[in-house]
């Protein structure tokens, strides 16, 4: 099943309520089955987003792009319990001796 992207350009507030993803702005409001998202890119930096509501969003393997005020993505908020792959990546960054971690992925 496909899933959604959901955008937020304008300032708005975003909570969670009965599985839903309440969004209120000053033009209008909405909801969104939270099953139904894969995606939620923040644009506008007054954005409110409570906290519960990010959990709610990891605990349901969707991921949040955060954008600066260029609205160029600068950050992502992943579930990490979920991607085993990211998961063995991280993993292996951690545990990597000094040298490695030094060479950055150039080739001699």
Not at 24 to 50: N, R
């Amino acid at each position: 099943m496909l899933k959604r992207s959901v955008l937020i350009e304008n300032k708005a507030r975003i909570t969670t309520q009965y599985e839903q993803l309440l969004i209120e702005s000053e033009e209008h409001s909405g909801k969104v089955p939270i099953e139904d998202i894969g995606f939620l890119v923040k644009e506008h930096q007054q954005t409110y987003i409570s906290i519960p509501t990010l959990n709610n969003l990891n605990n349901n393997n969707i991921s949040v792009i955060f954008c600066n005020e260029h609205h160029l993505p600068i950050s992502m908020l992943l579930n990490l319990n979920s991607n085993h792959l990211q998961q063995e990546h991280f993993k292996n960054q951690i545990s990597a001796y000094e040298p490695q971690k030094n060479n950055h992925g150039n080739k001699p």
